[in-house]
Structures are given as structure tokens and as C-alpha cells.
């Protein structure tokens, strides 16, 4: 079961990295725009799969053998990376980004698109900040 959820959650990266840009993108070209149309499907397929992605890394956190409590774990890199500094930094992308499609959702056009480009603009640095990337050394791969 771990197994299967560490690569689900490890492969859906991509595809919510993808969203995220997609969505960025999108927004970045309605916020100069002055048309009312509300394009939706794009910042909700984002927020689907960020939320998507979040269930699948709590429950991992909890089965995990990475994650980790005993004594002394904040003094190794990658116990304390996952443990402590991947699930805040991955949660508080998630709010944000939901807050930013919350928000939005309540605005007229350009200000929405403006809104949800800021948003989703910093929940992809947060997200890009906090993956565990191979080149970091902290015990994960491409997928």
C-alpha cells in the first residue's frame, strides 16, 4: 500500500505541476483582458488535483517510513525535511492556492484573474521550494 501511494503521490506531481502553470498561465493572459467571461476549469482542475495531491501526502505522512519521531530527528536533514518542512510547506500551498480560487471566485475580471495569477504564483514557488527534488539528497527520485 505504501508503495503505491508514494509513486501515485510521486507521478501526480507532475500533473499538478502542470495544472499549476496551466492555471498561471490562463490568468496572466485574462488579467489584461476586460471581457466578464469566468473561466473556470482550469483554476478547478488545479485546486482539484492540489487537494487531490494533499490527501494522498497525509495519509503518507502517517504510514511513511520516512517520517519519523525519535529522538534526535531534527538533526538529520531528511527525517526532519519530511517530517517537518515538506507537509507545512505542501499545506500552506494548498490553503493558499484554495484561498486564492476562493477569492477569486468573488471578484469581477481583471481583478479575479489578477488575484488568482498572484496566488497560484506563490503557491507554485512554496510547492517548487518544497518538493524533494533528486538533486537534494534527501532520498527520493523523479517519480
Request: no cysteine.
Amino acid at each position: 500500500m505504501y508503495n503505491i501511494l508514494k509513486h501515485a503521490h510521486s507521478g501526480l506531481r507532475w500533473i499538478v505541476l502542470a495544472l499549476l502553470i496551466a492555471a498561471i498561465i490562463v490568468a496572466f493572459k485574462k488579467m489584461s483582458n476586460k471581457d466578464t467571461d469566468h473561466q473556470k476549469q482550469p483554476f478547478l482542475f488545479n485546486l482539484i488535483g492540489i487537494h487531490i495531491q494533499t490527501l494522498i501526502g497525509l495519509i503518507l505522512y502517517f504510514i511513511s517510513p520516512k517520517v519519523s519521531f525519535a529522538e534526535g530527528f531534527m538533526k538529520v536533514s531528511e527525517l526532519r525535511f519530511y517530517a517537518v518542512e515538506h507537509i507545512s510547506m505542501m499545506i500552506i500551498a494548498a490553503i493558499i492556492i484554495t484561498i486564492g480560487y476562493s477569492k477569486g471566485k468573488r471578484q469581477d475580471a481583471p481583478q479575479r484573474y489578477k488575484t488568482l495569477f498572484i496566488f497560484n504564483l506563490i503557491g507554485l514557488i512554496i510547492i517548487l521550494a518544497s518538493i524533494p527534488w533528486p538533486f537534494r539528497g534527501l532520498g527520493a527520485g523523479w517519480f
